[in-house]
């Protein structure tokens, strides 16, 4: 089904404007608590688990393992609807894995997936201003 709606993108705000500039350059910058140095997402201005104020940008590799998924047949707002049928997923940092993102699948079907397994970050460009971080598994 085709559709001129735009997809609904992130709104970059001053605890998040650092992630997404780092999507934009291709990296991946995860908040990193001063003291216990613990990652963190989505950013805020004091650490889950210490919560100490602050946080530095830290680059991580991009890489971590699957959690788990799910598979989104329900077309929830229009500007998806060249989507559907589309994966949504959960990936744990290797950094840290109690650091965890959510994301698209990219280059891989619903079917390859298996909990545990190693992904890897992908950034693509949404808009001039949004780069998302999406994920696919990764082949070393
Ligand atoms: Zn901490």
Redesign the pocket.
């Known amino acids: 089904m085709a559709t001129n709606v735009s997809r609904p993108l992130p709104l970059p705000d001053i605890d998040s404007r650092p992630f997404w500039q780092g999507a934009k350059d291709g990296k991946l910058l995860i908040q990193r608590?001063?003291?216990?140095?613990?990652f963190?997402w989505p950013p805020r201005d004091?650490?889950?688990?210490?919560?100490?104020p602050g946080g530095d940008w830290t680059q991580v590799s991009g890489q971590g393992v699957l959690l788990s998924w799910t598979v989104q047949h329900h077309l929830l707002h229009p500007g998806f609807a060249d989507e559907v049928p589309y994966v949504v997923l959960a990936v744990a940092l290797d950094e840290d894995r109690r650091c965890q993102l959510l994301g698209n699948l990219r280059r891989a079907t619903a079917e390859e997936l298996q909990a545990g397994m190693a992904m890897e970050a992908v950034f693509e460009e949404a808009s001039p201003e949004i780069t998302l971080v999406h994920w696919r598994p990764r082949r070393d």
């Open positions: 608590c001063p003291s216990c140095r613990s963190r004091f650490c889950n688990v210490c919560y100490t």
